[in-house]
T-cell receptor, first 115, second 115 residues
């Protein structure tokens, strides 16, 4: 079975400060990990993914995420947050060993960046 | 590419009526997913197709829900009869096949309100 947890319902950060959104996962094999962002009244947009290779993954809009196998984590980070980063963020996982290609999504973390 | 196309964008209907949601995936994508998003339950996978064949419909809540994919460029999600608790935003997403390492591309969603 595959599962993912986003322990924070909401993260508040001041503009210009670093932003971190936490994600932990559970799979029986190796994970494929994804981050998505959802702006109000929009569909989910892909930000970045980890498949294999370098543990630090860079994505869209200045976001990056670090895969940590020992801690089973894939936290999303941005060095300097913008007000426009305020949105709902979803982490998702797929077990490499699992049949099919469905993703399991976390519950989402709402990010509020204050000016 | 136009991305994933969903119609209608908004649907308001009365309890007991039939509702049909439509989706056109990105050309060349072989996997199609239907999700439902509510405040209470978050993002839920309802059903997904690979090569037009339903693979996993375990998320379909009741027999009132049905989904079809008659060809590679069109899918429908039908609710008959609709109930107020079906009110939600329904998303369609598509992705290429190939081991599950590909990200999913989401449509803009259909906001369904059942009164």
């Amino acid at each position: 079975a595959q599962s993912v947890a986003q322990p924070e319902d909401q993260v508040n950060v001041a503009e210009g400060n670093p932003l971190t959104v936490k994600c932990t996962y559970s799979v029986s094999g190796n994970p494929y990990l994804f981050w998505y962002v959802q702006y109000p009244n929009r569909g989910l947009q892909f930000l970045l993914k980890y498949i294999t290779g370098d543990n630090l993954v860079k994505g869209s809009y200045g976001f990056e995420a670090e895969f940590n196998k020992s801690q089973t984590s894939f936290h999303l980070k941005k060095p300097s947050a913008l007000v426009s980063d305020s949105a709902l963020y979803f982490c998702a996982v797929r077990d490499f060993k699992a049949a099919g290609n469905k993703l399991t999504f976390g519950g989402g973390t709402r990010v509020l960046v204050k000016p | 590419d136009a991305g994933v196309i969903q119609s209608p964008r908004h649907e308001v209907t009365e309890m007991g009526q039939e509702v049909t949601l439509r989706c056109k995936p990105i050309s060349g994508h072989n996997s199609l997913f239907w999700y439902r998003q509510t405040m209470m339950r978050g993002l839920e996978l309802l059903i997904y197709f690979n090569n037009n064949v339903p693979i996993d419909d375990s998320g379909m809540p009741e027999d009132r829900f049905s989904a079809k994919m008659p060809n590679a460029s069109f899918s429908t999600l039908k609710i008959q009869p609709s109930e107020p608790r079906d009110s939600a935003v329904y998303f369609c997403a598509s992705s290429p096949l190939g081991g599950g390492a590909h990200e999913q591309y989401f449509g803009p969603g259909t906001r369904l309100t059942v009164t």
